[in-house]
Structure formats: structure tokens, C-alpha cells
């Protein structure tokens, strides 16, 4: 693995549905962050996490939970999927003394 | 809260330069970010400027002013491969980014 890896690259789910986004990172950061891209909202913060065992609620955190249980991994969990949570979701992480943000790539997500 | 204004669109040709404002207006700062996304990848770091003035990389710029709460990225020399979104977002203080709405350039032969 090398810096942000993202699982699935895309995914159709059935209203109601619970579903986890995967995001494992290699390269130590203490800080990682899940956001939501939409066609010209651009990217909004869901969760984030400054260190493990800590989480906090971004801009937009309704019908989404997250984990950090260490430091490589910060899964998204969609606990009932309704169709407004269509869009292509965006891992990242940072270290905290740098600032800049490293992006994974993407998983895209249609709810029916 | 944040609020991040950018345009939405613009065109340039190929070989020219293309100056893309951003305002902020913030309820706390520790930097301003560029980022490029090329359609269907990931945003990817161009450059962070903390205090006010320019910094140059290679055929990037981008420029601050804290006291206007504006910034600019001028790309150099376009190449058809910088046609992409740009976008800009502001440090919160707290490790956060708030991201503006992304400008598309298109280059055009």
C-alpha cells in the first residue's frame, strides 16, 4: 500500500441499506477526514479524526458514523442509505504539522 | 463558519496565463490551500500559502492577502493538460479544511 487507499471504487445500494466506505492510509498521518463531493457544492466535510480513539462532526455528519479504532483506518458507515447520500465520497489524511490534506481515491456511490 | 467564493468557470488558451481568485471569509485561518482535480480522480496538493505574498513553483503561483481574505493561483505557459478543476480551501485552525466550490479551466488549443 502506498499513501490512501479507498474500498469499493464504486458501489449501487438499496435505499435502507447499511453500508461501511473503507479507508486505510500507510503513511502514519494522525489526522484523516471523510468528505462528500457533489456536482457544484464541492467537497464538504462528513467526519474527521485529529488522532486514534478521537472523532468530530464536519459540515454535513447526518446518516453518517465513523471509527478510529488506530491509525491506518477510518471506515464510514452508512447506517440506513437514503438517495440524497448519492455522490462520490473522498478520503484524506494529513499530518498535523503539515496541513496538507492527501486524498484517496474515491468511492462513488449511487443510493436507488 | 466559512465562506469560500471562487468562479465557476473559465477558458484559456493554450500558452497563456489564467489568474483564479478566491475570497474568504473565515472564523479562523492557519492557511489557504490549492488543490487540482482532473475529472473522475482525487484532489491533489498545489500549494499552501500562510503568510501574505507570493509564492512561485514552476509554472504555479499563488498569492495572499489575510487582510483582504483573498487569494489567487496564476497558472503559466497553459498546457492542454491543466485543463481540471482548481480548488481552494482555508485552514480552520483545528486541522479542518473548508473548501471552496472549485473552478473548472478549460484550455483550449
Known amino acids: 500500500i502506498a499513501g490512501i487507499t479507498q474500498a469499493p471504487t464504486s458501489q449501487i445500494l438499496a435505499a435502507g441499506r447499511r453500508m461501511t466506505l473503507r479507508c486505510t492510509q500507510d503513511m502514519r498521518h494522525n489526522a484523516m477526514y471523510w468528505y462528500r463531493q457533489d456536482l457544484g457544492l464541492g467537497l464538504r466535510l462528513i467526519h474527521y479524526?485529529?488522532?486514534?480513539?478521537?472523532?468530530g462532526k464536519g459540515e454535513v455528519p447526518d446518516g453518517y458514523s465513523v471509527s478510529r479504532a488506530n491509525t491506518d483506518d477510518f471506515p464510514l458507515t452508512l447506517a440506513s442509505a437514503v438517495p440524497s447520500q448519492t455522490s462520490v465520497y473522498f478520503c484524506?489524511?494529513?499530518?498535523?504539522?503539515?496541513?496538507?490534506?492527501?486524498f484517496g481515491p474515491g468511492t462513488r456511490l449511487t443510493v436507488l | 463558519g466559512q465562506n469560500i467564493d471562487q468562479p465557476t468557470e473559465m477558458t484559456a488558451t493554450e500558452g497563456a496565463i489564467v489568474q483564479i481568485n478566491c475570497t474568504y471569509q473565515t472564523s479562523g485561518f492557519n492557511g489557504l490551500f490549492w488543490y487540482q482535480q482532473h475529472a473522475g480522480e482525487a484532489p491533489t496538493f498545489l500549494s499552501y500559502n500562510v503568510l501574505d505574498g507570493l509564492e512561485e513553483k514552476g509554472r504555479f503561483s499563488s498569492f495572499l492577502s489575510r487582510s483582504k481574505g483573498y487569494s489567487y493561483l496564476l497558472l503559466k505557459e497553459l498546457q492542454m493538460k491543466d485543463s481540471a478543476s482548481y480548488l481552494c480551501?482555508?485552514?480552520?485552525?483545528?486541522?479542518?479544511?473548508?473548501f471552496g466550490a472549485g473552478t473548472t479551466v478549460t484550455v483550449r488549443a
Open positions: 480551501a482555508v485552514g480552520d485552525g483545528d486541522y479542518k479544511l473548508s
Open positions: 484524506a489524511s494529513s499530518d498535523a504539522s503539515m496541513g496538507e490534506q492527501f
Open positions: 479524526s485529529n488522532t486514534a480513539g478521537t472523532t
